[in-house]
């Protein structure tokens, strides 16, 4: 039982350059979330969405969309990449909302360069 | 202030101590409470919910106090594997939204 998977694991991008961090449960999840995880901030919500179909911004969306596939998937996209978005990224699901908790992926560590 | 704060630590302890954490949350409406548990450059996992009427898991015992807004996390007979960051999390309420704390580091020494 794989649980919440994010690909790929490590990328170094260059300042400008765009890319998709993907990410799928495997739970039936209906909420599926993306945060950044940078030292001394914690996790932050970048978006997120509460079913199929839907997507609504979190604490810091600029810079990034996202992609709700479907009921597995939900993929997160720099278009512009900046050094400010040098992060851990962590894609998490939940059953149904704040009430159950989250699982989490095991993060992608991106750098910006 | 933060909605929901932690003293960052680290918190520095021998094996087999007895060690306690609290977090305070701002929004008295919140309604459910976790603890949850984060390795270095590991993904967070959850360790517990918080209960009202306060829960115990083997060494672990969780207690939430509404009139002042917050929470405990008691850690009993602490082991090496221990040594983690552990995450105050609160939801916000009328959303599907949790608030994660900073977290607060645990180290457990020999």
């Known amino acids: 039982n794989a649980g919440v998977t994010q690909t790929p694991k490590f990328q170094v991008l260059k300042t400008g350059q765009s890319m998709t961090l993907q990410c799928a449960q495997d739970?039936?999840?209906?909420?599926m979330y993306w945060y950044r995880q940078d030292p001394g901030m914690g996790l932050r919500l970048i978006y997120y969405?509460?079913?199929?179909?839907?997507?609504d911004k979190g604490e810091v969306p600029n810079g990034y969309n996202v992609s709700r596939l479907n009921k597995r998937e939900f993929s997160l996209r720099l278009e512009s990449a900046a050094p400010s978005q040098t992060s851990v990224y962590f894609c998490?699901?939940?059953?149904?909302?704040?009430?159950?908790?989250?699982?989490f992926g095991s993060g992608t560590r991106l750098t910006v360069v | 202030r933060k909605e929901v704060e932690q003293d960052p630590g680290p918190f520095n302890v021998p094996e087999g101590a007895t060690v306690a954490f609290n977090c305070t949350y701002s929004?008295?409406?919140?309604?459910?409470f976790f603890w949850y548990r984060q390795d270095c450059r590991k993904e967070p996992k959850l360790l517990m919910s918080?209960?009202?009427s306060g829960n115990e898991d083997g060494r672990f015992t969780a207690q939430l106090n509404r009139a002042s807004q917050y929470i405990s996390l008691l850690i009993r007979d602490s082991k090496l594997s221990d040594s983690a960051t552990y995450l105050c999390?609160?939801?916000?309420?009328?959303?599907?939204?949790?608030?994660f704390g900073t977290g607060t580091r645990l180290q457990v020494f020999p």
């Open positions: 969405s509460a079913s199929e179909g839907t997507t």
């Open positions: 739970m039936n999840h209906n909420s």
């Open positions: 918080v209960y009202s």
């Open positions: 929004n008295s409406a919140s309604q459910s």
């Open positions: 998490a699901s939940s059953v149904g909302g704040a009430n159950y908790g989250y699982t």
């Open positions: 999390v609160v939801n916000n309420p009328g959303t599907d939204k949790l608030i």
